[in-house]
C-alpha cells in the first residue's frame, strides 16, 4: 500500500511540475471570395507611383496601372522600351475571376500588413498600391520602394500583365482635354512631332481648357499622351501645345 501511495504522489507531483501545454495559434483565414458583379463596381485595383519631382504632364496622364471590375472587364498598361504606352483591355470570365481571386488568397495578400517601406529612409522612391473590395471586406496593401513580400510583386505583376487574359488597345469613349500653349525649346523643331489640325479635328487648341472631346479629336489627343505621357507636345500652326486629358475611371487624377 504505502508503495502505490509514493507512486501516485510522484505521479501528482510530476503533473504539477510539468510546463502547461501552449494553445495553438489559429491559421489566419481568408475572406469568402465573393464580389459584386455590377459592371460599374470597381473590385482589383493596382496604381503604381514613380517618385521623384515629375513634371505637371507626366501627373494629370497618370493613369492606374490595371482595373478589374464586377463583371471581369479588365484594363491594365504597359510600357515600350521607348517609354511610350500601351493601354490594353480584357475580359475575364467568372471562373477566371473565381481564380485570380483564389490566387490573391493562397499568395497571402488578405493577411499582408497594411504598408510596407524600407528600414533605411530614402527619399523621392516609387511606391505601389494594390487593393481588393469584396463583399466582405476590402483589403488595401502598399509599399514604399520595393519593401513588400515578393507574393504582392507577383500579384502586380500578373494584374500589368493582363491577369492571364488576351488583350486588345483600347480606346476611350470620352475625355476631357486642356492644352497648354508653351514656349518651344530647343529641339521642339522636329518635324516627328505630331500636328494637330484644328480644322479637320473641329477644335482649336487654344479653345481647350477642361473641354470633353470624342471621335477623331480624342483618338488625336489619346496618341499624343500615350506616346509620351510626360512631355505630349502637339504642334498646331506656329504654336507648340502640351497636352492633358484625363479620362473616367482610368485616371489617377479623376476629371472635374
Excluded at 527619399?123 to 502598399?142: A, E, F, M, P, Y
Aim: proline share 7%; hydrophobic share 40%.
Amino acid at each position: 500500500m504505502k508503495k502505490l501511495i509514493a507512486i501516485c504522489l510522484l505521479l501528482l507531483l510530476a503533473s504539477c511540475t510539468s510546463p502547461p501545454q501552449s494553445p495553438q495559434s489559429p491559421q489566419p483565414q481568408s475572406p469568402e471570395l465573393t464580389w459584386d458583379h455590377d459592371p460599374a463596381t470597381l473590385i482589383i485595383r493596382v496604381a503604381f507611383s514613380g517618385g521623384g519631382s515629375a513634371p505637371n504632364a507626366a501627373l494629370v496622364n497618370e493613369l492606374f496601372g490595371a482595373q478589374v471590375w464586377g463583371d471581369g472587364r479588365i484594363i491594365w498598361t504597359t510600357w515600350d522600351k521607348d517609354y511610350h504606352r500601351q493601354v490594353w483591355q480584357g475580359q475575364l470570365s467568372e471562373a477566371q475571376m473565381t481564380s485570380l481571386l483564389e490566387t490573391f488568397a493562397a499568395k497571402g495578400f488578405f493577411d499582408m500588413d497594411a504598408h510596407y517601406e524600407p528600414d533605411a529612409t530614402v527619399l523621392d522612391g516609387g511606391s505601389t498600391s494594390l487593393s481588393v473590395h469584396l463583399l466582405s471586406t476590402s483589403t488595401q496593401v502598399s509599399e514604399y520602394l520595393n519593401s513588400a513580400p515578393d507574393e504582392f510583386h507577383e500579384l502586380t505583376a500578373l494584374l500589368s500583365s493582363g491577369a492571364g487574359v488576351e488583350g486588345t488597345p483600347y480606346m476611350p469613349p470620352s475625355g476631357q482635354l486642356t492644352a497648354r500653349e508653351i514656349t518651344p525649346r530647343d529641339g521642339m523643331d522636329s518635324p516627328e512631332l505630331p500636328i494637330w489640325d484644328a480644322t479637320a479635328l473641329e477644335l482649336d487648341l487654344h479653345d481647350a481648357e477642361r473641354i470633353w472631346v470624342e471621335g477623331d479629336a480624342l483618338a488625336r489627343a489619346w496618341e499624343a499622351v500615350n506616346r509620351n505621357s510626360a512631355f505630349p507636345i502637339m504642334v498646331q500652326g506656329d504654336s507648340y501645345f502640351e497636352l492633358y486629358l484625363r479620362l473616367p475611371e482610368l485616371s489617377v487624377m479623376e476629371p472635374h
